[in-house]
């Protein structure tokens, strides 16, 4: 919402807001921008703002004051995605990420390759890019790409959003279930995609992971246009294969339908990460672009914040953070750190903080996915009135089956008991790899503060 304001005020709007709090970075930004924000939420609000619009964001719900005022005085309303359409949208071509994994870094390398090819695109996405140090950016060109999220929308509008987004070319990433807050089961969750898939043009473009099938067969069966797929060291129309990895990235070949193949390098570690590459690589070639031109947006994409950024080396001990929480994301971030960082030993902290990772629904394949590291440190949740008792992650289940796999594991709620341990642990050429969708409570400062030598 905070960038959207941001993307609203740069094409000309007049625009304000409305928060319960606002804090740093974001109060920075919209002071910065121009933009007044009313706090807290308020009817009141509304006259000081006298908009033409209300823009209400999902985490609002009916009953909220404001909101509520909106529906009495009949000012006309929109959610974010729906406005985002009709505003900016209705004469461009957007290009739209979707998917359970990989959606921020595979959007912020489609956006840096049609700009280092000299495109003026415009791009809004879910983390702050590091070439561009933000999360949008308003271009005058024609291509406009966008992170699509299957959450929903708003508490008038209970789809996803990327079904506002006219998609006329697309990347479709993975399909696992998450979001179990929202989405009942695995068929459910599908169902979005299928839905999105069904608002694709005939003369669009779709390119789909082909390591899931199921993506690819609810992208053949529901969208007009045709399909084009990829994969590493699959079979698909883009295949990367040929992969090296180390301390600059990856490098690795791409073979199309065209025929030939070019080296080129990603400055990023992980299959996951090639293949997403991959996407980008067969998207870009349909708009036309060149190998040569894709190669130098690859080799010149310096990532996106919280994903496998390193915060700091203190004493010999290197800090990534990363934002996965899904157990596949947490499985191939280890997997890539340890193809980056391989001389390394690597303790895995990892705060289950989303709806779906606070359940047992992955329990299993949190096992298998944390046990890729050296080491396990986990920050215990506490009870979440969302998730019923029975349905809770069973952490002492995950730690003892760790354990058993000869991965000392250990965990606790207090961020700054962890934060003893593991500055108490950590040895000269170890790599502390945090994970969590959120803050994790300070836990990344107060590390790199606490290694640090007592004079």
Known sequence: MGAFAGMLKAAGYEVTGSDENVYPPMSDMLREWG???YTPYSPENLGRAKPDLVIIGNVIRRVNVEATAVRERGIPQASFPAAFGSLLLSDKHPIVIVGTHGKTTTSALMAHVLISAGEDASFLVGGVTLNYGGNYRLGKGQYVVIEGDEYDTAYFDKGPKFLHYRARSAILTSIEFDHADIYRNLAHYESSFERFCETMPADGFLAVSGSYGRAVAIARTHAKCPVT??????????????????????????????????????????YHNLENAAGVYATARSLGFTDKQIAQGFGTFKGVKRRQEERGEVNGVLLIDDFAHHPTAVRETIEGIRQRYAER???????????????????AQYVDALAGADLVTLREPE???????????DVGKLLAELNARSVPSDASPDVAE????????????????????GAFGGFIPSLLEALRPRV
């Not at 699959?234 to 025929?259: L, M, P, Q, V, W």
């Not at 009870?383 to 992650?393: C, E, T, Y």
């Not at 003893?420 to 969708?437: E, F, H, I, P, Q």
């Open 383 to 393: 009870p979440h009135d969302k998730v019923p008792a029975d349905q809770r992650l």
């Open 345 to 363: 030993r690597i303790w895995a902290v990892f705060e289950p903080r989303s709806n779906t990772s606070r359940r047992n629904i992955h329990q």
């Open 35 to 37: 933009i007044e924000v």
């Open 418 to 437: 962890l934060v003893r341990r593991v500055a108490d642990g950590a040895r000269r050429n170890d790599l502390v790899l945090v994970m969590s969708n």
């Open 229 to 270: 797929t990829y994969a590493v060291n699959g079979k698909a129309d883009y295949r990367a294969d040929n992969e090296t990895f180390g301390t600059e990235g990856a490098r690795f070949h791409i073979h199309s339908t065209e025929g030939g193949s070019r080296e080129l390098l990603l400055p990023m570690c992980g």
